[in-house]
Nanobody, 124 residues
C-alpha cells in the first residue's frame, strides 16, 4: 500500500522560512504529478503548488514568488520551500501524489494519495 510521509512543519515567525518534505513509500511503479495543498480553519482546501513528473510547476497566486516546489524522483520525494512567510500562510499542509502502484491490484493509471498533513504556524 502506498503512503506519504510528511515532515518539516512547525512554528515560524513572519518573514521567516520553512521547508516541508513528503516522501512516498510502497510498491511504486511511477509517480505522476505531486503537489502541496493547505487548509486553514473554516476554509476550503486549496492547491498551493504542483509539479509534474518532468518538473513543470504551478503555484497559487497567493504564494507565487515566495514558495518553490521541487522533487527528487530517485527518492520519490517532493519539497516545498516557503520563504517570506505570512500569518495567513498558517494552515495544515497536505502532500498529494498521483501514483501508479504495483502489487495484486495494479492499474494502468495513477490514483491520488494523501499525506496526513503537517501544521505550519506563522506567528510572532
Amino acid at each position: 500500500q502506498v503512503h506519504l510521509v510528511e515532515s518539516g512543519g512547525g512554528l515560524v515567525q513572519p518573514g521567516g522560512s520553512l521547508t516541508v518534505s513528503c516522501a512516498a513509500h510502497g510498491n511504486i511503479i511511477n509517480i505522476n504529478a505531486m503537489g502541496w495543498y493547505r487548509q486553514a480553519p473554516g476554509k476550503q482546501r486549496e492547491l498551493v503548488a504542483g509539479i509534474t513528473s518532468v518538473g513543470s510547476t504551478n503555484y497559487a497566486d497567493s504564494v507565487k514568488g515566495r514558495f518553490t516546489i521541487s522533487r527528487d524522483n530517485a527518492k520519490n520525494t517532493v519539497y516545498l520551500q516557503m520563504n517570506s512567510l505570512k500569518p495567513e500562510d498558517t494552515a495544515v499542509y497536505y502532500c498529494n501524489a498521483n501514483v501508479v502502484a504495483g502489487g495484486p491490484i495494479r492499474r494502468d493509471y495513477g490514483l491520488d494519495y494523501w499525506g496526513k498533513g503537517t501544521l505550519v504556524t506563522v506567528s510572532s
